[in-house]
């Protein structure tokens, strides 16, 4: 395929979707990942798309969020392998908060085996994947519907989630960096996340190597405040993506990478021979995080007294002491 027909074909496809990953443009037009981002730096100068981090999106891309069917044919393989992975740190018996997004919702499906789990959330795509799951219980704020993620959000939804307390919450978003945590395009979208973040004991971020070293408008929650990414193995030539991880775990951010060859192998959390376990890598905490005390006050602490005031949660609190 010669330059120009390749160029045109990856416009189209940015066009179309509105963002897509360097991974998939490569996939398509059948050429490495180093031509493509070739591609798209030459139709960035002709003002034709943006380059992000990883991808490209539409001009403007800095404040524009692409629709749910766009999102869901971004990075598939990479949100199913973080799915997997991120499954394993819920237990039976716990409450958490599940965000809206498409990596959340693949979540979701895995956690419809968890036994006694309760499951907050203000996405109706996270509701109808554990609808059917009869030893979940699904709690879901008030609010506006938005459209284009399916999510309730406003003050309904804000104030729905006053005096809530759980052990976890687990968000997606648009953007992340060790600079300023985790970001989004949308205004009342990035003030549910942070309501839900409030009501947390621990704050998991869920992120394919694509997001990370992107900055969107709207803050959502702080480095200092995220307990967990959990995210994929970025390209051996994205320099970028690992400086941006190694950068989060300087910070306190413990790191767990899944493999994209752990998709579709574990489907329950916690499963001894569950393959995203074993494809797991922690990047351990180097320090305590910025302005804590050692020992004092610190996410893992909050966890195990939270674990032993709630019913049933002491198990979990242990089980999760253990893995780290």
Excluded: C, W
Excluded at 31 to 58: I, M, P, Q
Aim: net charge neutral.
């Amino acid at each position: 395929m010669f330059a120009a027909e390749r160029r045109q074909l990856i416009l189209e496809m940015v066009r179309a979707n509105g963002a897509v990953s360097l991974r998939e443009l490569a996939r398509v037009v059948q050429t490495s990942e180093v031509t493509v981002r070739r591609d798209v730096r030459a139709l960035e100068a002709e003002g034709l798309l943006d380059r992000r981090h990883g991808g490209a999106v539409l001009p403007g891309g800095f404040t524009r969020e692409s629709g749910f069917p766009q999102k869901s044919h971004l990075a598939t393989a990479e949100k199913t392998a973080i799915a997997d992975l991120a499954a394993n740190f819920v237990e039976e018996g716990e409450a958490i908060v599940v965000g809206a997004g498409t990596t959340t919702q693949e979540l979701a499906r895995r956690l419809a085996r968890v036994p006694g789990l309760t499951v907050v959330t203000n996405s109706l795509l996270v509701a109808q994947a554990l609808a059917h799951a009869n030893r979940v219980e699904v709690v879901m704020t008030g609010g506006t519907l938005r459209g284009s993620n399916y999510a309730l959000v406003g003050s309904g939804a804000e104030q729905s989630l006053q005096g809530l307390r759980v052990s976890r919450a687990f968000l997606s978003g648009s953007g992340l960096t060790a600079e300023r945590g985790l970001s989004t395009s949308n205004m009342l979208s990035a003030s549910v996340d942070r309501a839900l973040v409030q009501a947390a004991a621990e704050v998991v971020v869920l992120a394919d190597h694509t997001k990370l070293g992107t900055d969107t408008m709207f803050q959502t929650v702080p480095t200092d405040v995220i307990t967990r990414l959990v995210t994929d193995e970025p390209p051996a030539h994205d320099d970028r993506a690992a400086t941006e991880l190694q950068a989060l775990a300087d910070q306190g951010v413990q790191i767990a990478v899944a493999g994209t060859g752990a998709s579709g192998n574990s489907g329950t959390a916690g499963g001894e021979g569950n393959p995203a376990r074993q494809q797991r890598r922690d990047v351990p905490l180097p320090g305590p995080r910025r302005g804590q005390v050692p020992g004092a006050g610190s996410p893992l602490r909050t966890a195990a007294v939270l674990g032993e005031q709630s019913p049933g949660g002491e198990r979990a609190r242990v089980a999760d002491l253990r893995r780290r």
